[in-house]
């Protein structure tokens, strides 16, 4: 082969690589100005979203303050619906006050409100020997059983046969008959929260009964200690204006199931304690009037 045609031969393939060189150019170029405009299309993403983060930093911050501003009131306001709830249970309680409950009465099948009336009425008269003590009402509570009598609530016409009744309740031991106070669920709830302490009292030859929602812990001498679990619950918030008296509330009595018996005839247990509320004020003015 010449060299003419060794020289054509050679400008051939160098056109050819030329132009295969310029396509390729071309095809980078192409592909480096889509990957530059993508990158300003990301760019101005990030700085959008730089701003929304930073509006969102800004939220953050008004809500913080607002919840921080509102956390006073809050606790404020629950502060008042638990003195409210302490004021209904005390208002519940307090129009309980001429009420007992009775549970072991014999219930006959059918027993009606009068039938229940005369047998709580026979019950006072003739084991508790208080003849003139009055009823203004009494029914049964809760659904009916075949494996035990319902609890009797009894409602007295005047605040001081109630109390006497309840001062003469140890004449039932052994009679498998109980008498408590009729309180509001919340309250039998801060009772039965405390009977572990005051069966732990007794075990230790204390006297432990309660009086309200509070249980009286008694040394040998006395001197008593009064573990008050109600004062920030229940109705203790007033519980000076209080008329009730010391009964002892039984494990289930809320549900009509029967006594604890390691606290049966705790009632009739617990020592005599003087008259309170309105029925010793009412004695000390006949006292004075008597002078």
Not at 61 to 66: G, I, S
Not at 115 to 143: D, F, N, W, Y
Not at 174 to 199: A, F, H, V, W
Request: glycine fraction near 4%; proline fraction near 3%.
């Amino acid at each position: 082969m010449d060299l003419d045609a060794i020289k054509v031969l050679l400008d051939s393939q160098a056109k050819a690589f030329h132009t295969a060189m310029d396509f390729v150019a071309e095809q980078f170029k192409s592909r480096i100005q889509e990957a530059e405009a993508t990158i300003q299309d990301l760019s101005r993403s990030l700085e959008f979203t730089q701003a929304d983060v930073k509006d969102l930093q800004n939220e953050v911050k008004e809500l913080r303050k607002l919840q921080s501003e509102s956390v006073a009131p809050n606790d404020v306001l629950k502060s008042q619906v638990k003195d409210l709830e302490h004021r209904l249970n005390y208002q519940e309680d307090y129009s309980r006050r001429n009420n007992l409950r009775i549970s072991g009465i014999v219930e006959k099948p059918g027993e009606t409100w009068e039938e229940t009336a005369i047998s709580v009425s026979k019950l006072i008269e003739e084991k508790l020997q208080l003849p003139a003590v009055k009823l203004e009402r009494a029914h049964r509570t809760g659904p009916v059983s075949s494996s035990r009598p319902r609890i009797v609530t009894a409602r007295f016409e005047k605040f001081h046969e109630r109390e006497a009744v309840m001062r003469n309740a140890r004449k039932l031991k052994g009679s498998n008959i109980y008498i408590d106070e009729d309180l509001c669920p919340t309250s039998q709830e801060i009772r039965k929260s405390q009977i572990p302490l005051m069966k732990k009292a007794r075990a230790e030859g204390k006297i432990a009964f309660f009086k309200h929602t509070r249980l009286i812990i008694k040394d040998k001498s006395d001197n008593y200690q009064s573990q008050d679990s109600s004062r920030n619950e229940g109705v203790s918030t007033h519980e000076a204006k209080s008329d009730v008296t010391e009964a002892v509330d039984r494990t289930g009595a809320s549900d009509g199931k029967q006594p604890d018996d390691s606290i049966r005839g705790a009632v009739g247990e617990s020592p005599a304690e003087p008259l309170t509320g309105v029925w010793a004020r009412n004695a000390r003015t006949r006292s004075r009037k008597k002078q």
